[in-house]
């Protein structure tokens, strides 16, 4: 087969065998706990392996290594596929050696559900990414996109439980993953100051592309360069996902130490930032409400019991940036997650707010005094208090109004 260009360059394939206990046991765990539209998706989907499907992926989605990438992902009709037998074949080799010896390459094959076959193989190459750093670039890149570019809630779904199988592998809390320095400077001035860097980066990936080891002179100000990743976090996903996908190349195909132990330490910490940032915005940016439920749950699970106050910070805390709603603007079936989530948490925690938002027992009295809020909704909000608070069960809200007009005396005596 051809090689691919830059960014899409394949770890070797891994073998058949698995544990029942690794990492793509614990990533099949968590499709488990999918919605139902995820557990559809995942139906009669036979992965091929990393290589094969990211390949796949690509060639469908419109994603082309080495190249800008489109503003909307738009899927094709067509995928680039080896054909069956070949594919047939993959983890015992002989696909490997068949496709050299014959010369077979993929060629243009229609897909009856162009974007199916792509949550199919996001899906797979998101698993078989797990505990390998440069697949886990690589795919984290394509999920985040995925988040920005697809108009599809389906498809940006299956991108939120791609990037939580992820997540969990490296031991990601997205939101408590530092984004970076807070810039007194514009987006603008950021870019700006980026920009050299990211051409030194450029030049020595050009040079390892034609196999050439780069000179001191650009090897250290690509070593430079990889130290002022730290400092400056180019402002838009985009460029972002660039910078990692140039990172990833250095830390996999240069020899030199001087340059790979500080761009694989880099290529973690952007990589991190990358994946955390699109969880988050996943979780407040104006979308439909089941990829935001979604992006709540992924976010909780990763978290643990914080992360419901941290979520609750991040959903109901109006932004100058707009596009973040306050709590009675949420949708229900968002704002019935959170109460839910919020049900399970012992008092201690669900009494804390985190600075900026309403501690979740604050939040969950919101919606039972929400009066545009249905007696299902406000129901499950006066479990949930009564649950937290450790009292039996009353759905009259007379009691929650007693708590609450006592609970705002004791909180101004503690002000």
């Given amino acids: 087969m051809k090689a691919r260009a830059i960014d899409a360059e394949r770890a070797p394939a891994r073998?058949?065998?698995?544990?029942?206990?690794?990492?793509?046991?614990?990533?099949?765990?968590?499709?488990r706990r999918a919605p139902a539209a995820v557990a559809l998706a995942l139906a009669g989907c036979g992965c091929p392996g990393f290589a094969i499907a990211m390949s796949e992926f690509d060639s469908v989605a419109g994603w082309q290594p080495a190249r800008p990438e489109p503003d909307v992902v738009a899927y094709g009709e067509e995928a680039e596929r080896l054909p069956f037998p070949v594919r047939a074949l993959e983890?015992?080799?002989?696909?490997v050696a068949l496709t050299g010896l014959f010369g077979i390459e993929p060629r243009r094959t229609k897909v009856a559900s162009p974007s199916s076959f792509a949550r199919e193989r996001m899906l797979c190459f998101a698993e078989d990414a797990v505990a390998d750093r440069h697949?886990?670039?690589?795919?984290?890149?394509r999920l985040s996109w995925v988040l920005d570019g697809d108009p599809h809630p389906l498809n940006q779904i299956i991108a939120v439980h791609g990037l939580e199988i992820l997540a969990a592998d490296v031991g990601l809390d997205p939101l408590q993953q530092d984004l970076g320095p807070v810039a007194n400077q514009s987006d603008e001035a950021i870019a700006r100051a980026w920009q050299p860097h990211v051409l030194a980066l450029r030049d020595v990936v050009t040079?390892?592309?034609?196999?050439?080891?780069?000179?001191?002179q650009l090897r250290d100000a690509c070593v430079a360069a990889i130290a002022e990743v730290e400092h400056l976090v180019p402002p838009s996903p985009r460029d972002r996902r660039g910078q990692m996908l140039l990172l990833n190349y250095l830390a996999h195909r240069t020899r030199d130490p001087a340059i790979v132990a500080p761009a694989e330490a880099a290529?973690?910490?952007?990589?991190?930032?990358?994946?955390?940032?699109?969880?988050?915005?996943?979780?407040?940016?104006?979308?439909?409400?089941?990829?935001?439920?979604?992006?709540?749950?992924?976010?909780?699970a990763l978290g643990g019991l914080p992360a419901v106050p941290r979520i609750l910070r991040l959903v109901t805390s109006p932004r100058a940036s707009g596009g973040i709603p306050t709590a009675a603007e949420l949708d229900r079936d968002v704002r019935l997650t959170l109460v839910r989530l919020c049900g399970q948490l012992p008092e201690q925690v669900a009494m804390r707010a985190e600075?900026?938002?309403?501690?979740?027992?604050?939040?969950?009295?919101d919606v039972i005094a929400d009066g545009g809020a249905d007696r299902a909704l406000q129901v499950a909000a006066l479990e949930a208090?009564?649950?937290?608070?450790?009292?039996?069960?009353?759905?009259?809200r007379t009691w929650a109004d007693r708590w609450w007009a006592d609970y705002v005396v004791n909180r101004r005596a503690r002000g």
């Fill in 355 to 365: 600075p900026g938002g309403p501690a979740p027992v604050e939040f969950l009295y």
């Fill in 207 to 216: 040079e390892l592309a034609h196999g050439r080891e780069p000179e001191p």
């Fill in 385 to 396: 208090l009564a649950c937290c608070l450790g009292r039996p069960v009353d759905l009259d």
């Fill in 91 to 95: 983890w015992s080799g002989l696909d």
């Fill in 267 to 300: 290529l973690d910490l952007v990589m991190r930032r990358l994946a955390a940032d699109s969880l988050r915005r996943a979780l407040y940016e104006p979308r439909s409400p089941a990829v935001r439920d979604a992006a709540v749950r992924a976010c909780c």
């Fill in 135 to 141: 697949r886990t670039a690589l795919a984290v890149a």
């Fill in 15 to 31: 073998p058949a065998a698995r544990a029942a206990t690794g990492p793509a046991a614990q990533a099949r765990r968590v499709f």
